[in-house]
């Protein structure tokens, strides 16, 4: 078996690993899990480190599986919270997970015939049998309290941060822990991997596996760093909010702005974790970001990378069009190829004001449509002293005082893109 434990070591997706893991992981075929909480209908990018560890291990050689916490998700995961989440109701959380599942079918074929095919579970599958009082008899009796007092996640909690711990969520370590125990008896499931916000919640489980399994009972645990941003912020949110792996939710446009315009610092460590391009590659652009930064070399290539892994290639191309619309020299007709979606992405923030259909039809004259129709310019002696100055593009063509825009001109059918100099954009909308 070739070395995953050394390939996360310098890709920096190795935060730390019970004794014995690397041993295990070199010396068989190892099947390995990780729980997804099913707090959205989505996953965003603070997922993809452990979809990607999901992928490196079946490169690997070995055998993932993907949980989807069901039944954990009706409880909510206390590690790094102050206080209580809100609890989902069944409605909720049964699209919830059927969202996530869709999501990590882009990233792993559940429907493979290798040896090592990945498999797909919910812990509510085999959660939703067990009454109160069994599980307190199987799993309860097996862990002291003592020993999940110890936990950061609870210590934490009960030091002062928030208003303490309720029961139900102070039980997540224990169903967390069975959810190990029934995949090492039902899938001979040997590791659970995590942020290393779960170490604890993991060792739960670890725990679990040798005081049911048996005397010979084994289980390992391995887990990744928390990614932050160089200012030390939290990774994964823009100034709108999540990026979202659907595109629905996070334009393919949006979620390559995102990778482009990470800082050097943030592209050197994020190009390792984020791709899945070799050392010797990795390094040689390194090196020719370092000899010239301006081109931003590093952050294309991994904008690239990532947005195929999660997109495709031909989401990829439609984002570097869009990309180029706006910073380079693009022409009507390539304005003309953006969905209506895309082109307010691109042009996020850029003043609108509505046109009506009926005033296109026999076609305005450019004055009216820079001052009365849009208010883009205060006066119509304004429009034409741009006008002659040759600083007044249509949908970035350049136009004179004699343009009439008529319902040809429109992008989608629906908008007009106006622009004065090189910076300063409007849209009409038609209505």
């Known amino acids: 078996m070739k070395n995953l434990v050394e390939e996360l070591k310098w890709r920096g997706l190795y935060a730390d690993s019970m004794p ?72 909720t959380l049964a699209k919830n997970v059927a969202g996530i599942k869709s999501v990590l079918s882009r990233f792993l074929d559940f429907n493979s015939t290798d040896k090592n095919a990945p498999v797909m579970v919910n812990n509510y599958d085999w959660m939703k049998e067990f009454s109160f009082i069994d599980f ?84 390992f645990a391995l887990t990744t760093p928390l990614i932050t941003k160089a200012d030390g912020s939290k990774f994964g949110k823009s100034e709108g909010g999540n990026i979202w792996l659907d595109a629905d939710k996070t334009s393919v446009y949006k979620f390559y702005q995102f990778w482009v315009n990470t800082t050097d610092v943030d592209a050197e460590k994020y190009i390792k974790i984020f791709t899945f391009l070799d050392k010797e590659t990795i390094e040689v652009l390194i090196e020719e970001h370092k000899t010239a930064p301006h081109l931003r070399v590093l952050q294309r290539k991994l904008a690239e990378e990532i947005t195929t892994f999660v997109h495709s290639k031909e989401e990829l191309e439609k984002a570097i069009q869009a990309s180029n619309i706006l910073f380079g020299n693009a022409t009507a007709d390539d304005l003309k190829q953006l969905d209506g ?19 296109l039809e026999n076609g305005i004259d450019i004055v009216s449509v820079l001052n009365e129709k849009s208010g883009f310019f205060k006066s119509n002696g304004e429009a034409r002293r741009a006008l002659t100055a040759n600083s007044i593009s249509v949908n970035r063509e350049k136009i004179k005082e004699d343009f009439m825009l008529a319902a040809n001109d429109l992008i989608n059918n629906e908008f007009v893109l106006l622009q004065s100099g090189k910076k300063n954009y409007f849209i009409l909308r038609v209505v």
Not at 45 to 64: A, R
């Open 20 to 91: 014995g893991t690397e041993e295990q992981l070199l010396k068989e075929v190892t099947t390995a899990y990780i729980g997804f909480d099913p707090t959205a209908d989505s996953l965003h990018i603070g997922s993809m480190v452990q979809i990607i560890l999901l992928v490196h291990l079946k490169n690997f050689g070995h055998q993932p599986i993907a949980l989807v916490g069901g039944a954990t998700g009706m409880i909510g995961d206390p590690s790094g919270k102050s206080e209580d989440r809100n609890l989902l109701n069944e409605e």
């Open 136 to 219: 307190a008899r199987e799993v309860g009796k097996r862990i002291t309290v003592n020993y999940m007092m110890a936990k950061d996640s609870v210590k934490k909690r009960f030091s002062g941060e928030g208003d303490g711990m309720s029961f139900t969520e102070f039980t997540y370590q224990l169903i967390q822990g069975y959810d190990f125990y029934h995949l090492y008896k039902n899938h001979n499931c040997l590791l659970q991997m995590g942020g290393s916000d779960q170490w604890g919640n993991i060792t739960t489980g670890t725990e679990l596996v040798r005081r049911m399994g048996g005397e010979n009972s084994k289980a």
């Open 341 to 359: 979606a895309t082109f307010l992405e691109v042009f996020d923030g850029v003043p609108q004001a509505e046109i009506s259909r009926e005033d």
